[in-house]
């Protein structure tokens, strides 16, 4: 036994450690006014959070086993993606050779549901993304939510 303190993280907070050790990610955060089981339940739904995306027209789920999935991406522009990574409620982090996506959900003190995304274009053989246009893709998708929230 030991007396190393022990700390219990939420999701938002471990994805900014993650996010942290990605040269070019910014972390775009929002209080939505919205219950996190809601919030959770509704970006648990891929065809919701390809809907909600930016840049996506769809998502489709080629491989699951338990929260580690592949999923085929399809851009406005025609451009597709394989993304590999972690899809479960409230949290998601996906990436293909050329594309970074993440977002996680956490209960605000106080009520709400705190939601942070980041993603972008990913430069091949390195952990990193272009930093082109990245906060303000991700306040267009908070948006997005924030209705489908509202409706």
Not at 91 to 105: E, K, N, P, T
């Amino acid at each position: 036994m030991t007396d190393w303190p022990t700390i219990e993280l939420t999701d938002v907070e471990r994805f900014r450690a993650l996010a942290a050790g990605v040269p070019g990610a910014a972390v775009t955060e929002r209080v939505l006014m919205a219950d996190p089981d809601r919030v959770r339940a509704m970006l648990a739904d891929l065809q919701v959070f390809a809907e909600i995306q930016a840049d996506f027209v769809s998502a489709t789920v080629l491989e699951r086993d338990g929260d580690r999935v592949v999923v085929l991406a399809k851009g406005k522009r025609g451009q597709r993606a394989r993304l590999t990574g972690q899809f479960r409620p409230g949290w998601c982090w996906l990436q293909s050779r050329f594309v970074i996506i993440g977002m996680a959900v956490a209960a605000e003190p106080g009520g709400g549901t705190r939601v942070a995304l980041t993603g972008g274009i990913r430069v091949p053989g390195r952990a990193a993304i272009l930093p082109i246009r990245v906060r303000q893709e991700s306040a267009k998708t908070l948006s997005r939510l924030e209705r489908l929230l509202r409706a």
